[in-house]
């Protein structure tokens, strides 16, 4: 049978994923609720399962519920899948404050959100194949990264010493996915983070270091959180350090961009690559 992986949800880490399938010679289907992307089917055809061997989900659940489970649970069920993953959240694990927890540390999950991915996640597991959970740090990549974020006049430095965050480069997303496809083994949870959990303040300053500009002033956390949005607030009110060994462990591979420095400049190096004028001054200093 030739191997089909259909991909629901057409955004920034679910593109990545079929670009590198496809290259690695996979029939790709990418699915929105919204239209279908690159292939003839609707997220909510009723056909949409037929001749799929692998699927990947990286719809996030609505307040009533995981959407692919609320249109497709039963075809879900009868499918002879051989695999399934769903792209989660590292916030099941809510506040730990900033200790460590790894692929084997049960979620405690505090916020409305981080229950619905928990939730989601033991849907997934209902499947009779083998099953990835990948719970995700903050996801960065060309065009949403701290380089943008300087150039648009968004980008915040503020000061919270050792409070840090995990990450990951959309590419090492991409690569985990695919691993774990061709070396399915039973249920597993896995962390897509890169190796270097850091605090928000040093990836802004190596982004304007490599663009060659001043970073923006540092702003003490008491005063930045009265100015925050309700999500930035309750992604600041909770700080874990998020393990990765076991994950590259089971899937046999090392990052490309092991901390936010080699994907940042990565990132730049691509931009450079494009011929956009602005980005080769910044490469040549």
């Excluded at 051989?82 to 927890?101: C, F, H, K, N, P």
Aim: net charge neutral.
């Amino acid at each position: 049978m030739d191997r089909h992986l259909l991909i629901l949800g057409g955004g920034f880490s679910g593109h990545a994923v079929a670009t590198l399938a496809r290259r690695a010679g996979w029939r790709v289907s990418v699915s929105t609720r919204q239209f279908p992307v690159e292939q003839e089917r609707r997220f909510d055809d009723p056909a949409l399962l037929e001749g799929v061997t692998h699927l990947l989900s990286t719809v996030p659940p609505r307040e009533e519920g995981d959407p692919a489970w609320a249109i497709h649970g039963a075809a879900l069920r009868r499918a002879p899948l051989e695999w399934a993953g769903y792209l989660s959240t590292t916030g099941v694990y809510g506040d730990r404050i900033g200790a460590a927890v790894d692929e084997e540390t049960a979620p405690a999950p505090g916020q409305a959100r981080s229950l619905r991915r928990l939730a989601a996640e033991e849907q997934w597991r209902d499947l009779h194949c083998a099953v990835d959970v990948f719970r995700v740090g903050g996801i960065y990549g060309p065009g949403r990264s701290a380089l943008d974020d300087l150039r648009n006049g968004t980008a915040r430095r503020v000061d919270r010493p050792g409070h840090r965050f995990g990450r990951i480069h959309r590419d090492d997303i991409a690569r985990a996915c695919l691993a774990a496809m061709v070396r399915p083994e039973g249920q597993r949870v896995l962390h897509l983070v890169d190796d270097e959990p850091a605090e928000p303040a040093r990836v802004t300053e190596e982004a304007a270091r490599l663009l060659g500009v001043p970073p923006p002033p540092l702003i003490p956390f008491t005063e930045a959180w009265g100015g925050m949005s309700p999500m930035a607030r309750s992604f600041w009110s909770e700080s874990r350090i998020v393990l990765n060994r076991r994950t590259k462990a089971a899937l046999g591979l090392d990052w490309l961009y092991p901390s936010f420095r080699e994907g940042l400049r990565a990132i730049l190096a691509e931009e450079c690559a494009q011929g956009a004028p602005e980005q080769q001054q910044v490469a040549g200093r």
